[in-house]
C-alpha cells in the first residue's frame, strides 16, 4: 500500500450527471495532485495543491472543479462531463512540491456515457 | 512546454536478461526525473527519483542513469525476471514554473518465462 487512497475505484456516470471523486494520503504529506491518464497519452497533470492552496491549474475545463479542505483530502467534482473524459483519474502527493517524491493512489476509473 | 519521450514503446525479452529502457526530455531545468512502474488497471508505483545534482540511483537490481545536459536518463534492469512485466513510466520535474511531473507515454515490458 502507498498510503494514498481513492474512492471509488470505478464510476460510470452520463453527462448530465454530478459526481465527486474523493483522494485521502495517510502519509503526512503536505502537496497533493490530480492527474488524468487516458488510453495512448501520457498521465496529465491537472491540478496541484500545497498546504490546501492550488498552485497548478494545468487548463483543466471547468466541468472539474477540485477541492482540498485540508492537507489529508482532495477531491474532484465532475459535472456536465464529455464521454472524452473517460479515463483514469489518479490522485498523488508528495511531502513538497520540490524534489520529493510522488506517490500515487489506485485511481478511479471514469467512464462517462 | 517540457516534453518527455520514452523508447522503445513495448518491450519483450526472455526471463534473466538485461535491458535497458530510455527516456528523453526537451527541457533540462527540472529538478529531479522519477522511474515509475505499473500494472495493469493499478496506480503508479515509485521506483527510483534521481535529484538533478544526482547522476544515478539504484535500487536492488534497478539501476537509473541521468544526464541532465543531454536530456537523457536510463534505466537498467539486471536479471530480469515475470514479475518484472509492466509498464514503465519516466517522469520528469518540477520545472518552467510547474510543480507536477510531466510524463513519457511509458515502455510496456513483457518478460517471457
Known amino acids: 500500500e502507498t498510503g494514498v487512497t481513492q474512492t471509488p475505484r470505478h464510476l460510470v456516470m452520463g453527462m448530465t450527471n454530478k459526481k465527486s471523486l474523493k483522494c485521502e494520503q495517510h502519509?503526512?504529506?503536505?502537496?497533493m495532485y490530480w492527474y488524468k491518464q487516458s488510453a495512448k497519452k501520457p498521465l496529465e497533470l491537472m491540478f496541484v495543491y500545497n498546504f490546501k492552496e492550488q498552485t497548478e491549474n494545468n487548463s483543466v475545463p471547468s466541468r472539474f472543479s477540485p477541492e482540498c479542505p485540508n492537507s489529508s483530502h482532495l477531491f474532484l467534482h465532475l459535472h456536465t462531463l464529455q464521454p472524452e473524459d473517460s479515463a483514469l483519474y489518479l490522485c498523488?502527493?508528495?511531502?513538497?512540491?520540490?524534489?520529493?517524491?510522488?506517490?500515487f493512489g489506485p485511481g478511479t476509473r471514469l467512464t462517462v456515457l | 512546454k517540457q516534453e518527455v519521450t520514452q523508447i522503445p514503446a513495448a518491450l519483450s525479452v526472455p526471463e534473466g536478461e538485461n535491458l535497458v529502457l530510455n527516456c528523453s526530455f526537451t527541457d533540462s531545468a527540472i529538478y529531479n526525473l522519477q522511474w515509475f512502474r505499473q500494472d495493469p488497471g493499478k496506480g503508479l508505483t515509485s521506483l527510483l527519483l534521481i535529484q538533478s545534482s544526482q547522476r544515478e540511483q539504484t535500487s536492488g537490481r534497478l539501476n537509473a542513469s541521468l544526464d541532465k545536459s543531454s536530456g537523457r536518463s536510463t534505466l537498467y534492469i539486471a536479471a530480469s525476471q515475470p514479475g518484472d512485466s509492466a509498464t514503465y513510466l519516466c517522469a520528469v520535474g518540477p520545472g518552467g514554473g510547474a510543480d507536477g511531473l510531466t510524463f513519457g507515454k511509458g515502455t510496456h515490458l513483457i518478460i517471457q518465462p
Open positions: 502519509l503526512g504529506h503536505n502537496a
Open positions: 498523488a502527493s508528495s511531502r513538497g512540491t520540490i524534489e520529493d517524491t510522488q506517490y
